[in-house]
């Protein structure tokens, strides 16, 4: 498959899943361009309830990247009957873990945001929001696992066809369903929701007719359906487990950051939901490099080249940063016209352009933190990637809490906490990757 790890064929495999992100992330950006119409309130909704979505889908994440490392390995190692019965197991559970989840959300969700949302208005639309934004998580959650195996093979560019359908259908029912055209009912922040849900739905349907139509059955042995395997599904969830807390938790921390923000005012609310979708714009590239840096560091190890996982996370860091120059030069020429696109308030328009600039440096320095973390995670040492993620979340909390409800500084200088983030997970990736320690027992999963 990979003989050579060259600078072109680590962007063969990026890249369509930059494509893809890019598509992807046009949904967060309609959805905040839209809403940011309609008024402070509902961006600011959407900013909690997204960002709680989100973190939700880190479990099926976490889940999929284990798939993903497991598929890489075989594929490495010349096992690719053995593929289709990992996919088995990973989809089952992605499927009965979305039933667990989406239970849960609807019985905790309304309590859980009327205790810690301060406006009345914030929280009504977040509840709104979320009745029907949960149904996606059954979709998100299938959608992950083919996900996974398609980039473990690297057939990344199946993943870029499915984001683009994902986004025409999402940025079509967001026009039409939150301000009621065409003849569809007016449904405000409620049609940002379904239109999401129904996207996502149609991802589903691509990936099953793609795989069943347009895929070697046969090579991968899937959907074979021979029988439950402990042993295997018990490798699968020693991967994926410390992935999954590791990503919920990140995301969940993201969570907390933005209730502290809500604390600050709606206003400083609202100008966060902003950033956050240009942010996750920036971050596309790190999306892609970071994905490829797991599956070419498991697939080097199932092959027994362990002297080249550390030459191929320099070349794909450095390679993930020159990217992200690119986006991060647009976002600092024109940022008037970035934060245009989401609200057309001049106060929050001010007040977005310094934290733009913020977040701007920040996304250089994740650049390598991102590539160095999924190395880590790439050579199955998924538990110590965990315990960085944790060390570091302990710190950037505290910093966020001082920052925003204790020292009071400007929502700008809030967003510095980015930085500490940033520096202090590529500086623990590094030091556990120079070490060596990863090389005990790498290759047993």
């Not at 923000?261 to 920036?282: D, F, H, P, W």
């Not at 979340?393 to 906490?417: G, P």
């Amino acid at each position: 498959m990979i003989s050579d790890i060259t600078n072109k064929r680590i962007w063969r495999i990026a890249y369509p899943i930059i494509l893809g992100s890019i598509a992807q992330n046009l949904i967060n950006v309609t959805d905040t361009a839209f809403l940011g119409r309609l008024g402070k309130i509902e961006l600011g909704a959407a900013a909690i309830g997204g960002v709680f979505y989100l973190a939700i889908i880190m479990f099926g994440y976490g889940l999929g990247l284990g798939t993903q490392i497991i598929v890489a390995r075989r594929s490495g190692e010349g096992r690719q009957e053995g593929i289709g019965t990992v996919m088995e197991h990973s989809l089952a559970t992605l499927v009965l873990s979305s039933v667990l989840i989406f239970g849960l959300i609807k019985f905790f969700s309304p309590g859980f945001f009327s205790s810690i949302i301060s406006s009345q208005g914030v929280f009504e639309a977040t509840r709104d929001y979320m009745k029907l934004r949960s149904w996606g998580i059954f979709f998100a959650f299938i959608n992950i696992g083919f996900s996974a195996f398609y980039i473990g093979i690297t057939r990344t560019g199946v993943i870029t066809w499915s984001t683009v359908l994902m986004a025409v259908i999402n940025i079509f029912l967001d026009y039409v369903l939150i301000f009621g055209k065409m003849g569809f009912p007016e449904m405000g922040i409620r049609g940002a929701a379904a239109a999401s849900v129904s996207a996502e739905m149609s991802v589903t349907a691509f990936f099953v007719f793609y795989t069943l139509s347009l895929t070697d059955l046969k090579k991968y042995n899937l959907f074979t359906f021979t029988g439950f395997n402990f042993e295997l599904w018990k490798r699968l969830a020693g991967i994926s487990l410390p992935v999954m807390i590791q990503n919920f938790i990140s995301l969940a921390v993201w969570f907390v950051f933005f209730v502290f923000v809500e604390k600050m005012g709606e206003t400083q609310l609202a100008i966060s939901n902003i950033i956050r979708s240009v942010y996750v714009i920036l971050m596309i590239p790190i999306q892609g490099f970071s994905s490829a840096t797991n599956t070419l560091v498991s697939f080097l190890i199932g092959q027994g080249r362990l002297a080249g996982v550390l030459p191929v996370i320099y070349k794909t860091s450095w390679l993930c940063f020159l990217m992200v120059m690119v986006f991060v030069v647009f976002s600092l020429l024109m940022p008037s016209e970035i934060i245009g696109i989401y609200t057309d308030d001049p106060l929050l328009a001010e007040g977005s352009i310094p934290v733009l600039h913020v977040v701007s440096g920040s996304v250089i320095c994740f650049a390598f933190a991102m590539v160095f973390l999924y190395g880590v995670s790439g050579t199955g040492k998924t538990q110590v990637a965990l315990i960085m993620e944790m060390v570091v979340i302990t710190v950037y909390l505290i910093a966020a809490y001082l920052f925003a409800n204790v020292l009071s500084f400007s929502i700008a200088l809030v967003w510095t906490v980015e930085f500490i983030y940033a520096i202090l997970l590529f500086l623990l990736s590094f030091l556990y990757l120079k070490s060596g320690n990863w090389r005990k027992a790498s290759r047993q999963i």
